[in-house]
Each structure stands twice: as structure tokens, then as C-alpha cells.
């Protein structure tokens, strides 16, 4: 069996680090994160401000009651094990307490190394997964380069570039996910990042769906088929999942389900329960005897270890069974309820029913008129932010409203230039072709002047069919119509060749057109003498890789300096991506505007606008995107610009 197969194989080892041990840690995750007072939590905390219920000793003083004391955000809060890594490992033993003057820096190492150690977790999940076979190989080597991550210094942590380490692993999470997936992928289950707060979703058939960081708070999934979903970060508070199957489900953590009030086990088959990777959790025995047949469900209510009823459901998979318990609080809940409401029911609707009722019939009220009549002012008029105030769901939907009409406004706002735009860019022709039309009919414009006339008519003609062609271009581009026919393309011929395509133009400007050395990431212009050649091989389509070039660098030929400035092209690469970079001395990018040189008919410093229909970079923009790729910007110190291509090695999106 080959080596990262062997991994996989015994994966759990890998991970067994990756749980939390209080007692090994400095209540770091007590102090380090801020918090507001919420559902999940009684106080309002900054970051790096100790909780009140922390003892001397780093222990919690409410811990047992944590849930009635208004604190349940910290019953599901998962370090995956971080906090007695900076405690014991990054900074020696050190604690905050008796040596303040790491304080700020352990809470900052510990809020990376959590990200790290969740990464980690991730990693393993993946190494488990049968269909993920084909990438254990780089899935084992990017738990390794993790690993080694998490015993670097406090000064290196700080220094880590914790989003391209992200990037790069939610890459193979992502590739990992999708094989596990393939058998039931549909486009209607792709939900990833939904909002489906509160949807009603019983008994919904999402096999293979994607649900990563989708919004499932307080949905209803009761009986629903959630086999191999795909439930990265997903919110599961107060969602039911009574009865959903939950088999093979995808990086599903254990903070989720508590978050839920639900426990993952497994059940050995005497019936024994066992917490998955050691986590903490109930124990006890529940009866299996009726479930004889694999992928058999069976569900029922038992008396655990910690002496409390617990409802249960267990779908045998071969000699296990997995077990999703949680506590069954119905009756003590029912009794609860019913004692208190009888001795104070009566004197409450008595003493107090009536004027409370009042009170509160105003204050929702009262901000709900003001939304009416904002909301009848909007399509006109527009509408400025309302106050927040009266009951938590009032000031939520107040809260929306704002964002809703805000956002309006800048729509309009975009509409209203868009507009202008097209006025600028379609008068300019028809004056031209007005003109001299007029010009030959009246005879004012005859003999050789007649023929100027018309070919100038004609070259306006031409600008007016570019600038529609190219509004088609966009509008295909974004309804998912490019039609991408991808092969395989070299980098570093790729920029060879444009470059050569574009040599004379630049010659006859003045402009020094130059390919730098192709390079690896983390390697800058020429590898060293005696370095493997870099890779620079992508499958993308040629046609709009070509016209990608072409639209950057006739920008740049059209703001550079004539004659005496430079265009540079580069590529590079890593596991997953190729670069192109194009780079000028020209006058750079107004400050603030590298992400709205995308939009349409944006014109911005006119020393970077030349005569075209300003749809150029948009194209670009789009046109990476279609391959599941991205186009960015920068301005370059003193003075000059680049955009930055990057494109996968295999598109993601083949519209």
C-alpha cells in the first residue's frame, strides 16, 4: 500500500491532537476572542479582556451551567485543540498571567493557530474519505506543511500568510469533497453559502449537496437525506435534524452537532456507545437488536450513563452503527413550563397583562408604520436609514430594511453612471456620422472631401459595432454563454508569443515590450542555474487567454510613457494556479479604485483612459471568472501598475 494510502488508512492517530485539553492551556479561548451579548452569550467581552467567571487556576467557575447561566456559546466552541499548543509548545509553559508582556502576543498566536489546527482537522477528514484516494498524496503533504506551521514561533505566526495557507488547503478540501460527492452531484443541490434560516426542508432529498457555510439556523431537516453533504461550516443552531440521515456526511465536526444539542458516536455491536476521535461526549448502551441489515435506522429513547433520558437514532453501517443522541428534555421541559405558569399566570394577565400589552403593541407598531411609509417612498425617492429600536425581531428587519435601501442606492448610483457612460461613449460617434452625413447631403463635402467624409463615417460605424459587440460579449459572459473550449497552453510560450504579437506595435511607440523569467512561487525573475524548470502548464481556452493578453496590454501601451516606457509580462505558479502578471510604468491606478477599474465603462484618472469603449478590463475580468478564475489590481510604488491573472490549472467552470 503506498505511503499517504497508509495515512489515510490510519488517520485518527494524526488527529488525536487536534482535541481540546483545558488543562493543559491557559483559558485562552476565555480571554483571547471578543464576544457580544447574544443568544450565545449573557455579557459583552473585548478581545483580550478576561471573562469574570475565569478562575485563578484557568478554569471556569460556571462551567456545569454554563447553558441556564446564558452562555451557550461556550459549550460549543471548539479550539480543535490550539490552546495547549501556544500554551505548551509555541510559548514554552509561559502563561499570560505571570509574564503579561506576551499576553497580546499569545492571544494572536492562538487566534491563527486555531485556523491552523481547524485546517488540520479538515485535512484528516479528507485522508479518510475512499474517493478522495486519487489526492492523498497532496492532502498528506498539505497536512505535513500544516503541521510544521503550528510548531513555528510567535514572531513566524504573526508573519504567516494565514489566507493563502487557507487557500490553498480549501482547494483540496474542495477537490476532495467533489469526488466524494460525484455519484449524487446535481446543480440544484449546489447551496453553497444559501440562506436557509428557518426554511422548512423535511424530508428533502440532499444527497452529494454542497452546504458549506450555507445558513441552516433553526431550518427544519427532520427526515431529510443528507448522505455524503458536504457540510463545511455549515450553521446547524437550533436546527431539528430528528430523523435526517446523516450517513457519510462530509466535515461534519462535532462543535456543529453540540451546537445543535445533538452527540455523534459510534455504536461497537453489543451496543456499546463510544465517542468519535475521543471527543467528549455521553456514554452508555442503547439496544440494536432490530437493526440486522446494514444502512438500517433505528431510533428510540434510553437511560445513558450520566443517568438522563436521551433520544437516539443509529443507522448500522457493518459491525457499527453511527449514533446521533441528544438529551430528551420534553417532559421536564412540559413540567417546568406548567409550574411556573400556573402561580403567576393569573396575577400576570391581571396586574400587568394589559399595560405590557400595550407597551409592546406600540413599540412594534410604532417601527413598523415608519417601515410602511419608507417602504412606499423607495421606488421614488429613495429612502435614508430608519432608527433601530423596538423588539429584537423589529430591530432585525429594521436593520435589513436599511441594508436593502442602502444597497438600492448604490445600484442606482452605478445605473445612473452606466447610463451617462453609454450617453458619453454612443454621442461621440453619432455627431461624427451626423455630421458628415449632412455634409454629403447638402454638398457642402464633395470630390475628395466626399471621400474623407465617408471613411470617416465608416471608422465611426466600426467604434459603434466594436462597443455593441463587445456589450454582447459581457452579457454572455455573464449568463454563463462563453462557450470555453479549453486545451492545454504553455505559460512561458504563451507570453513569448503575445509578446512577439504585440513587439512591433510597441516598437513604433517607443515601448520596451519584455517577457521576465517564468518562476515558481516563493521565487522572483530566473530560477537558479541547476533548478528544476518550473511548470508553467494550464488547460484553458487559447482564444480567451489571447484576448485577455491583448486587452492588458494595449491598456498599457495606450498609458505608458511614448517612447521611453515599459511593459513587463511574467508568469507564475504553485500546485493548483498559474499567474500572469502585466506590469507598466505608466501613472498607476487612482487610490481606491483597483476594484471598480472592472466595472463597466469605468473611466477613472484620464491618464489611464485612451480612446476605448471601456469595457476592456470588465472583459478580463469575466473572462477569468468563467474559468473559475480571478483578476485583480494593484498600483506599483513610485509610480505604475499590474494586473494579476490567476487562473487554475484545470478550469473550475466550463460555462
Not at 505566526?157 to 476532495?176: E, G, I, Y
Amino acid at each position: 500500500m503506498p505511503k499517504e494510502h497508509q495515512r489515510a488508512a490510519g488517520a485518527t492517530p494524526h488527529r488525536e491532537h487536534l482535541r481540546a485539553d483545558c488543562s493543559r492551556c491557559f483559558g485562552l479561548c476565555c480571554v483571547a476572542p471578543a464576544f457580544a451579548a447574544s443568544a450565545d452569550f449573557a455579557i459583552d467581552k473585548a478581545a483580550g479582556q478576561p471573562c469574570p467567571h475565569l478562575r485563578a487556576d484557568f478554569g471556569c467557575e460556571i462551567h456545569d451551567h454554563l447553558r441556564p447561566r446564558g452562555f451557550p456559546g461556550c459549550t460549543v466552541y471548539d479550539c480543535f485543540g490550539a490552546g495547549q499548543q501556544v500554551a505548551q509548545v509555541t510559548f514554552g509553559g509561559q502563561d499570560w498571567r505571570r509574564t503579561p508582556g506576551i499576553a497580546a502576543q499569545m492571544f494572536g498566536a492562538f487566534a491563527i493557530m486555531r485556523q491552523l489546527h481547524e485546517l488540520l482537522w479538515y485535512l484528516g477528514e479528507a485522508l479518510t474519505l475512499p474517493s478522495a484516494r486519487p489526492l492523498y498524496g497532496q492532502l498528506g503533504r498539505a497536512r505535513d506543511q500544516t503541521e510544521r506551521l503550528t510548531r513555528a514561533s510567535p514572531d513566524a505566526l504573526a508573519d504567516l500568510d494565514l489566507n493563502a495557507q487557507r487557500r490553498d488547503v480549501n482547494a483540496l478540501l474542495l477537490r476532495a469533497s467533489e469526488l466524494a460527492r460525484a455519484r449524487y452531484w446535481r446543480p440544484e443541490t449546489d447551496l453553497r453559502g444559501a440562506d436557509l434560516i428557518g426554511r422548512d426542508l423535511r424530508g428533502v432529498d440532499l444527497r452529494g449537496a454542497s452546504l458549506r457555510g450555507a445558513y441552516l439556523t433553526g431550518a427544519d431537516l427532520s427526515g431529510a437525506d443528507l448522505r455524503t453533504a458536504d457540510l463545511t461550516g455549515a450553521d446547524l443552531r437550533g436546527a431539528d435534524l430528528s430523523g435526517a440521515d446523516l450517513t457519510g456526511s462530509l466535515f461534519l465536526t462535532q462543535s456543529q452537532l453540540e451546537a445543535n444539542g445533538v452527540d455523534i458516536l459510534i455504536a461497537t455491536a453489543d451496543g456499546v456507545l463510544h465517542p468519535i476521535n475521543g471527543a467528549e461526549s455521553v456514554t452508555g448502551t442503547i439496544d440494536l437488536a432490530t437493526a440486522t441489515l446494514r444502512g438500517q435506522d433505528v431510533h428510540s429513547t434510553s437511560v445513558f450513563a450520566d443517568g438522563k433520558q436521551h433520544s437516539w437514532a443509529a443507522t448500522k453501517v457493518n459491525a457499527r452503527s453511527v449514533v446521533f443522541a441528544t438529551l430528551d428534555r420534553s417532559g421536564a421541559e412540559a413540567l417546568g413550563d406548567l409550574a411556573r405558569a400556573i402561580p403567576i399566570g393569573l396575577l400576570a394577565v391581571v396586574l400587568i397583562g394589559g399595560p405590557l400589552a400595550y407597551v409592546l403593541s406600540r413599540s412594534v407598531t410604532g417601527p413598523l408604520r415608519r417601515l410602511q411609509q419608507a417602504t412606499a417612498g423607495v421606488p421614488e425617492t429613495g429612502q435614508p436609514p430608519l432608527p433601530v429600536d423596538g423588539p429584537r425581531e423589529v430591530r432585525e428587519l429594521t436593520q435589513h430594511f436599511n441594508a436593502m435601501t442602502a444597497e438600492l442606492g448604490v445600484v442606482r448610483e452605478r445605473e445612473e453612471q452606466l447610463l451617462a457612460n453609454l450617453r458619453h461613449d454612443l454621442r461621440t460617434p453619432l455627431t461624427v456620422i451626423g455630421g458628415f452625413a449632412a455634409a454629403i447631403a447638402d454638398g457642402t463635402a464633395a470630390g475628395p472631401d466626399a471621400v474623407k467624409a465617408g471613411v470617416t463615417i465608416g471608422q465611426e460605424a466600426d467604434r459603434l459595432e466594436r462597443l455593441v459587440a463587445e456589450l454582447d460579449t459581457m452579457e454572455r459572459l455573464r449568463s454563463g454563454a462563453g462557450g470555453l473550449k479549453p486545451e492545454q497552453i504553455d505559460g512561458a510560450a504563451l507570453l513569448a508569443e503575445t509578446a512577439e504579437r504585440f513587439r512591433a506595435r510597441a516598437a513604433a511607440r517607443g515601448v520596451e515590450l519584455a517577457v521576465i523569467g517564468a518562476s515558481a512561487t516563493g521565487i522572483v525573475g530566473n530560477p537558479p542555474a541547476g533548478s528544476p524548470p518550473v511548470d508553467l502548464g494550464f488547460s484553458a481556452d487559447r482564444v480567451a487567454v489571447d484576448r485577455i493578453l491583448g486587452n492588458l496590454i494595449e491598456n498599457a501601451l495606450a498609458v505608458v510613457p511614448s517612447p521611453g516606457g515599459h511593459v513587463w509580462l511574467e508568469a507564475r505558479s504553485n500546485v493548483d494556479w498559474v499567474t500572469l502578471l502585466i506590469s507598466d510604468d505608466g501613472p498607476g491606478f487612482p487610490p481606491g479604485e483597483t476594484e471598480r477599474i472592472f466595472d463597466r465603462f469605468y473611466r477613472g484618472d484620464p491618464a489611464r483612459s485612451g480612446p476605448g469603449s471601456g469595457l476592456g478590463l470588465a472583459i478580463v475580468r469575466e473572462l477569468a471568472r468563467a474559468h473559475g478564475g480571478e483578476a485583480r489590481a494593484e498600483s506599483l510604488a513610485p509610480r505604475g501598475a499590474r494586473v494579476i491573472i490567476d487562473l487554475p490549472r484545470t478550469p473550475r467552470v466550463m460555462a
